[in-house]
């Protein structure tokens, strides 16, 4: 499995992001998707998933401001981010989860948001 992140930058508090991941290979394994973030200085924590059922989670962080859905035809996951803080500045990283719990990871793509 292959993943592709992308759709970082560097916004004003407030403002929003949409972050999209595009998987390819043996994505029939995949079970879940998920979105990860690593600020500096702290580990990485997972901010929001969904399962190939539909089921989404969130972090409580970001409950209510940022929301992830797929594209089952595109073959890509989203994380839709709004009203961004500061305290989001990351390194945000997708991460692909087979039935068998292997861990899938895609590079990372920046998100700085500032005041």
């Known amino acids: 499995v292959q993943l592709q992140a992308s759709g970082g930058g560097l916004v004003q508090a407030g403002w929003s992001l949409r972050l999209s991941c595009a998987a390819s290979?043996?994505?029939?394994?995949?079970?879940?998707m998920n979105w990860y973030r690593q600020a500096p200085g702290k580990q990485r924590e997972l901010v929001a998933g969904?399962?190939?059922?539909?089921?989404?989670n969130y972090a409580d962080s970001v409950k209510g401001r940022f929301t992830i859905s797929g594209d089952d035809a595109k073959k890509t996951v989203y994380l839709q981010m709004n009203s961004l803080e500061p305290e989001d500045t990351a390194v945000y990283y997708c991460?692909?989860?087979?039935?068998?719990?292997?861990?899938?990871w895609g590079q990372g793509t920046v998100v700085t948001v500032f005041s």
């Open positions: 991460n692909a989860r087979s039935l068998r719990l292997n861990n899938y």
């Open positions: 290979g043996m994505i029939f394994s995949i079970n879940a």
């Open positions: 969904i399962t190939k059922g539909g089921t989404t």
